[in-house]
């Protein structure tokens, strides 16, 4: 009579003799994981550029008075300003839609 073989283990450590030690698992990084690093660098050294080649004093007529200011910080202002006008007309426009929405809500008048 012979014994029956008995199959390995699972719960055996991979390198015990009759069982197959498993794949390693390699995690590739895909080629688009280096793109947005590579744009925020050329990003960062325009905006580096930017500064050093504004650094020019200019003169700034306030009609009742003058203010010599290098030209990076009047162009950050500025731009500081016109974001504030955006978000300013960005949530008065908000407001108008969600009120108009609670109207139309109250009347039973679906909105659009």
Request: glycine fraction near 4%; charge should be positive.
């Amino acid at each position: 009579m012979s014994t029956p073989s008995v199959p390995p283990q699972p719960n055996l450590p991979p390198n015990v003799p009759g069982q197959v030690a498993p794949a390693p698992v390699v995690v590739k990084t895909p080629w688009t994981a280096y793109i947005k690093p590579a744009i925020w660098t050329l990003v960062a050294i325009y905006v580096i550029a930017f500064v050093f080649l504004n650094r020019e004093i200019v003169t700034i007529n306030f009609i009742f008075f003058q203010a010599n200011v290098p030209l990076i910080f009047v162009l950050v202002g500025l731009a500081l300003i016109g974001a504030a006008l955006c978000a300013g007309v960005m949530m008065m426009t908000r407001r108008r839609a969600n009120k108009a929405a609670q109207q139309a809500a109250m009347q039973g008048v679906p909105h659009k």
